[in-house]
C-alpha cells in the first residue's frame, strides 16, 4: 500500500505541481533570460513535457501589450 501510494505521489508531482513551477517559471523569465538560461527552459519543457501536454488546454500564456510612450 506503501508503494502504491509512493507512487501516486510520485506521479502527481511529475504530472501536476512541477509543470506548474515551469510554467511560473517560464513566464516570469521568458523574455529577459540569457542564452544559458534557455537552454535550461527548453530542458524543462523537454523534461516535463508529459505535465505540460496535460495542462495545456487550461493555460493560455500571451504577452504582455507593449507600452508604447508618446
Known amino acids: 500500500m506503501i508503494v502504491a501510494l509512493l ?4 506521479a502527481g508531482a511529475y504530472l ?4 506548474v513551477a ?9 523574455y529577459v533570460a540569457s542564452s544559458v538560461e534557455r537552454t535550461f527552459m527548453y530542458f524543462l519543457v523537454f523534461f516535463f513535457f508529459p505535465g505540460l501536454l496535460v495542462l495545456s488546454p487550461f493555460v493560455n500564456i500571451r ?3 507593449r507600452k508604447i510612450e508618446v
Open 7 to 10: 507512487y501516486l505521489t510520485l
Open 16 to 19: 501536476l505541481v512541477l509543470p
Open 22 to 30: 515551469v510554467l511560473f517559471y517560464l513566464k516570469l523569465r521568458w
Open 63 to 65: 504577452p504582455q501589450p
